[in-house]
T-cell receptor, first 115, second 110 residues
Framework: KAGVTQTPRYLIKTRGQQVTLSCSPI?????VSWYQQTPGQGLQFLFE???????NKGNFPGRFSGRQFSNSRSEMNVSTLELGDSALYLC??????????????FGEGSWLTVV | QKEVEQNSGPLSVPEGAIASLNCTYS??????FFWYRQYSGKSPELIMF????GDKEDGRFTAQLNKASQYVSLLIRDSQPSDSATYLC??????????FGPGTSLSVIP
């Protein structure tokens, strides 16, 4: 069974540009969460989608947005990139979005460098 | 107060010893708890999860949960150099978010 797939794995962008990251969850999983990981802040929750609806959102500015498609694949977008957005962006999928069975499995991440 | 707290370490233990990793959480309504291992430059991988008070064992790993004290721990028996990594504690809060602690860096010395 394939795991969570994230693309691209590595990318370099310039301040002010925008970026779109893609995530394909484990087959059958309907929930997708996004996290930002930096050395200083650790793993920070961005948002979670289930059945194309955003269920939860973290404390990030509106420049960070996401969506989920009918096949459960998800994308996140960061507009007007800042140097501080340089981070590892991790996508995680789970079978369900609530309850005790809400166990998340991570993809390998997308390394974003903003210069 | 952060929602999930861990000692950042580094925690150093000799090979073959027991490594004890601790985690506290602030949301008393948190339902389930997870331990992930993350090697440098890699993504977190799930070690185990625990929902009920008490101990849960899986091979060399034992997770312990005490909801009254809002405390979760992970014991690693017979620690190996390959266990050297950052261990992340996560809690599924009452508002359905999975929130991670800052992680504890573990170093197993041969």
């Amino acid at each position: 069974k394939a795991g969570v797939t994230q693309t691209p794995r590595y990318l370099i962008k310039t301040r002010g540009q925008q970026v779109t990251l893609s995530c394909s969850p484990i087959s059958g999983h309907r929930s997708v969460s996004w996290y930002q990981q930096t050395p200083g802040q650790g793993l920070q929750f961005l948002f979670e989608y289930f059945s194309e609806t955003q269920r939860n959102k973290g404390n990030f500015p509106g420049r960070f947005s996401g969506r989920q498609f009918s096949n459960s694949r998800s994308e996140m977008n960061v507009s007007t990139l800042e140097l501080g957005d340089s981070a590892l962006y991790l996508c995680a999928s789970s079978l369900v979005a609530s309850g005790a069975q809400h166990t998340i499995y991570f993809g390998e991440g997308s390394w974003l460098t903003v210069v | 107060q952060k929602e999930v707290e861990q000692n950042s370490g580094p925690l150093s233990v000799p090979e073959g010893a027991i490594a004890s990793l601790n985690c506290t959480y602030s949301d008393r309504g948190s339902q389930s708890f997870f331990w992930y291992r993350q090697y440098s430059g890699k993504s977190p991988e799930l070690i185990m999860f625990i929902y009920s008070n008490g101990d849960k064992e899986d091979g060399r790993f034992t997770a312990q949960l005490n909801k009254a004290s809002q405390y979760v721990s992970l014991l690693i028996r017979d620690s190996q150099p390959s266990d050297s990594a950052t261990y992340l504690c996560a809690a599924k809060t009452s508002y359905d978010k999975v929130i991670f602690g800052p992680g504890t860096s573990l170093s197993v010395i041969p």
